[in-house]
C-alpha cells in the first residue's frame, strides 16, 4: 500500500466534523445539559454550594448529582418543584420523590440525574461529595455558557 491509501489527518478530521454534526446528543449529553440546568434553576432559587457530581464512569445507577443547599424548608421544596417544573417542559418525568414537607433531605429522581436538596446540616452529615470523591465536579456555569463539557 502507498502512501496515498491513507487519509490524511485533514480528511479524518472533516469525516470526525461530519460524523458530529449527523449524530444527534447522546442520552448522557442530554442528561448533561439537564443537570447544568437543573443546577442553574436551583442557584437562580437561592440553593447555596450547587455542583454537578458526574457519576458516568462511577456507578451505572446514574448520570449526575446534583447538590445544593437550602435556607429552610419551604425554599428547599420551592426549589425542588421549580426544577422539577422546568424539568418537566423539557420533557423529563420524575421517577420517584423522597423527603419532602418537615425533612431536612429532599430527593427527586429523574432516572439519569438525581437531585438532592439539603438544609446545612444534613448536607454536612451526609457529605455526598465526599461520599462519591470518585466522581468528577462538572463546571455547570461554564457548561452552560459554552456547551463544552467542562471537569472543575
Same mark, same amino acid.
Given at each position: 500500500?502507498? *502512501?496515498?491509501?491513507?487519509?490524511?489527518? $485533514? /480528511?479524518? /478530521?472533516?469525516?470526525?466534523?461530519?460524523?458530529?454534526?449527523?449524530?444527534?446528543?447522546?442520552?448522557?449529553?442530554?442528561?448533561?445539559?439537564?443537570? %447544568? *440546568? %437543573?443546577?442553574?434553576?436551583? +442557584?437562580?432559587?437561592?440553593?447555596?454550594?450547587?455542583?454537578? =457530581?458526574?457519576?458516568?464512569?462511577?456507578?451505572?445507577? @446514574?448520570?449526575?448529582? @446534583?447538590?445544593?443547599?437550602?435556607? #429552610?424548608?419551604?425554599?428547599? $421544596?420551592?426549589?425542588?418543584?421549580?426544577? #422539577? *417544573?422546568? =424539568?418537566? +417542559?423539557?420533557? /423529563? *418525568?420524575? &421517577?420517584?420523590?423522597?423527603?419532602?414537607?418537615?425533612? /431536612?433531605?429532599? &430527593?427527586?429522581?429523574?432516572?439519569?440525574?438525581? &437531585? !438532592?436538596?439539603?438544609?446545612?446540616?444534613?448536607?454536612? =452529615?451526609?457529605?455526598?461529595? !465526599? &461520599?462519591?470523591?470518585?466522581?468528577?465536579?462538572?463546571?455547570?456555569?461554564?457548561? =452552560?455558557?459554552?456547551? #463544552?463539557?467542562? !471537569?472543575?
Amino acid at each position: 500500500m502507498g *502512501r496515498r491509501d491513507f487519509p490524511n489527518r $485533514r /480528511s479524518v /478530521s472533516i469525516i470526525q466534523q461530519t460524523a458530529a454534526i449527523a449524530t444527534p446528543p447522546t442520552a448522557s449529553a442530554r442528561g448533561l445539559a439537564q443537570a %447544568c *440546568r %437543573c443546577a442553574q434553576v436551583a +442557584e437562580e432559587m437561592r440553593g447555596q454550594n450547587t455542583l454537578v =457530581l458526574d457519576l458516568t464512569k462511577v456507578t451505572p445507577i @446514574v448520570d449526575y448529582f @446534583v447538590v445544593t443547599t437550602g435556607a #429552610s424548608n419551604r425554599q428547599m $421544596r420551592s426549589l425542588a418543584e421549580e426544577v #422539577s *417544573r422546568v =424539568l418537566k +417542559e423539557q420533557g /423529563s *418525568r420524575r &421517577l420517584g420523590v423522597e423527603g419532602g414537607s418537615g425533612n /431536612s433531605w429532599i &430527593l427527586y429522581d429523574y432516572g439519569d440525574i438525581v &437531585l !438532592h436538596v439539603f438544609d446545612a446540616q444534613s448536607r454536612a =452529615l451526609y457529605d455526598l461529595e !465526599h &461520599l462519591w470523591a470518585d466522581a468528577p465536579r462538572i463546571d455547570w456555569k461554564a457548561q =452552560l455558557a459554552d456547551g #463544552s463539557p467542562r !471537569h472543575a
